[in-house]
């Protein structure tokens, strides 16, 4: 997990004592939680907002029940190629490609929120582009049948109101027109369904359909979508309704795109809501007081 350095202490025939000896520690981090997607980052003094801005995050860290029938061998989810971990991000770009992050190139200043000259501690970058692990508006081809899709808010500041909208953005922008105020979205197509089975704390009590899916900063959602009814060549758009906060038309109310393959076609199999844990109930607590 790390090391620290400290002096070494000095030994017959041994280097000067200023010399510095590393030493390591080993932690043991059980995961004794519910199964479900956690993510990770360092906390590096002074530069942790850099390493964040920059990527250095780990997005896909699962956590697995082999004792849960949702996690087992014969689980009836989306397994291997068919299950993808989508990490949501939001940053913004100078024209020959760097990340344009606080200071401003020729200013001390990180922004309007920010204290006078002060280079750094700005909580808003005015984001202006969605990335998808990594990549800025990508597709995904896909095969028709269900995928299970497990996504992460992991964005500065952005919230992410997610649908999936039927048709090809490229080819109709008004496929997603922008609301008079210029600070949502909407599809003006085919909505696709989401079916949603889990959270932060890990699968819901049943799946729940829903037209769309509201995360926030660091939360996550594992979703399934079903992409066996449509034909070859179907075009789908990962929009939310929410990024336009006026930025320039076509920027972050795209979020991806999916484009269905030409393939055999999988029925995917109901959901059994008995293999989902029960909803938890009412907690109790004890009220104790002491005299001294």
Request: hydrophobic share 35%; with cysteine; glycine share 8%.
């Amino acid at each position: 997990m790390g090391g620290f350095a400290q002096r070494a202490q000095p030994l017959a025939g041994s280097l000067p004592s200023s010399v510095l000896a590393v030493v390591t520690s080993d932690y043991d981090m059980p995961n004794q939680q519910s199964p479900t997607q956690l993510f990770y980052h360092d906390h590096v003094m002074g530069v942790t907002r850099i390493g964040l801005y920059s990527g250095v995050v780990g997005t896909a860290y699962f956590i697995r029940d082999p004792n849960n029938p949702l996690d087992a061998s014969n689980s009836p989810l989306p397994k291997g190629q068919f299950e993808i971990p989508l990490a949501l991000t939001s940053r913004r770009f100078y024209t020959d490609g760097n990340l344009d992050f606080p200071p401003d190139r020729g200013s001390l200043n990180a922004g309007a929120d920010s204290p006078p000259d002060q280079p750094y501690w700005s909580y808003n970058e005015a984001a202006d582009e969605n990335l998808v692990n990594g990549r800025v508006w990508p597709n995904l081809n896909v095969q028709r049948q269900e995928y299970r899709f497990r996504v992460l808010a992991a964005a500065n500041a952005q919230l992410y109101d997610l649908q999936l909208c039927l048709g090809d953005w490229n080819a109709n922008s008004n496929l997603v027109p922008i609301s008079g105020d210029g600070n949502s979205a909407s599809c003006a197509g085919t909505v696709v369904p989401l079916t949603i089975i889990g959270s932060d704390g890990g699968y819901l009590p049943a799946p729940q359909t829903f037209t769309d899916v509201q995360i926030g900063i660091t939360e996550r959602a594992d979703i399934l979508v079903d992409f066996s009814t449509f034909a070859a060549g179907t075009k789908i758009v990962l929009i939310n309704k929410v990024g336009i906060a006026g930025h320039p038309r076509g920027s972050t109310e795209i979020v991806m795109q999916f484009t269905v393959q030409d393939s055999t076609p999988v029925t995917p199999p109901a959901l059994n809501p008995a293999l989902f844990p029960p909803k938890p109930g009412p907690r109790s607590f004890t009220k104790t007081t002491s005299s001294e």
